[in-house]
DNA sequence: CCTTAGACCTGGAGGC
DNA sequence: TGCCTCCAGGTCTAAG
């Protein structure tokens, strides 16, 4: 569910609500959650710990804690939310909520930290402290952070080369941008007017240079806007985004705002992915066999 | 090395 | 109402 604007405002939730909280007790009711060790020893070694410093690089949420480094990554439905004390999480609906809660982190003040996650996608780790968050395994591939203010064009021209696959799955790979995700990946193609079926590799500094700008503002427009709410997104009790409504072409049916074609969708890679035929153009370099580049 | 299909899960929506 | 199929904002892996 969540992209990078999303998980920004989980992160600040967290961060207002649970900064130097201690955690008493931790409860794992769905053991596969925890991805790199067994549910009951990550119950063991988070107990006593303190949650300190809070952190996002791309869609994962990083939690610094006393001694260790807490990994967390909602995929597709996965929220936090914090009931005040065991009475209310008692009070919670049976099939709507305390159903789907996996994991709970209960506080020294007697709050409950739930992680709830319909779809069991999500996934949590824990792992030594590291400076370079880069070091820790699950964000060992992770690339730059899309508001990164290093990422540049030639960044991703290099990861490009030799890319033949569609510009959308490109968009969405993790380890060429971090934080992109299936809504914001078409919006962007949309405000850089490149189709998603551009193979990266063809593509020019300038191309990317539009797309660095495009990420940047249309992220930055997401995250003031409190995100995006589509199918489900939502933290804490009930807090919500609007950026749903400011979007031009994901999951548009009607007409496209520049040029009044209608908008399509189609698969690309698994994923779905509307955009304008008329507006998005294909880009083609044919230049490596002493052909001139035309135009 | 690169690319793509399938797997992982559940619930909601729409067709019959 | 019930059953069926398809769909969903993500990522990992296995296989070509």
Not at 10 to 36: E, G, S
Not at 220 to 226: D, K, L, S, Y
Not at 233 to 260: A, D, R
């Amino acid at each position: 569910m969540p992209e990078a604007p999303e998980v920004h405002h989980v992160v600040q939730y967290l961060q207002r609500h649970l900064a130097n909280q201690k955690i008493v007790q931790a409860i794992v009711t769905y053991p596969p959650l925890i991805d790199n060790m067994p549910a009951q020893n990550f119950c063991q070694q988070i107990q006593g710990q303190h949650f300190r410093q809070f952190k996002r690089l791309g869609k994962y949420i990083i939690l610094e804690l006393d001694d260790y480094t807490f990994v967390s990554h909602l995929r597709m439905e996965g929220k936090f939310l914090i009931v005040s004390s065991r009475e209310e999480f008692e009070q919670l609906d049976q099939i709507r909520d305390r159903k789907h809660i996996h994991a709970q982190f209960v506080l020294e003040d007697g709050r409950i930290v739930c992680y709830k996650d319909t779809r069991k996608f999500g996934r949590m780790s824990l792992w030594p402290q590291q400076d370079d968050l880069h070091h820790l395994k699950p964000l060992s591939k992770v690339g730059k952070d899309v508001l990164d203010p290093t990422l540049c064009a030639q960044d991703l021209l290099k990861k490009a080369s030799q890319r033949t696959i569609p510009l959308k799955t490109f968009l969405l790979d993790q380890s060429v941008i971090a934080g992109i995700g299936n809504i914001y990946a078409d919006e962007i193609l949309f405000a850089t007017r490149l189709s998603p079926y551009c193979m990266p590799c063809d593509l020019s500094k300038k191309d990317m240079q539009n797309i660095i700008e495009a990420t940047r503002s249309i992220l930055m427009r997401a995250i003031e806007a409190g995100g995006t709410t589509i199918l489900s997104f939502s933290y804490g009790s009930n807090h919500t985004g609007s950026f749903q409504n400011q979007l031009q072409v994901h999951g548009q049916k009607g007409n496209c705002p520049i040029c009044g074609h209608e908008i399509e969708h189609q698969k690309i890679n698994g994923r779905t992915t509307y955009f304008c035929p008329h507006c998005q153009k294909l880009k083609k370099k044919r230049s490596r066999k002493n052909n001139p580049i035309k135009e």
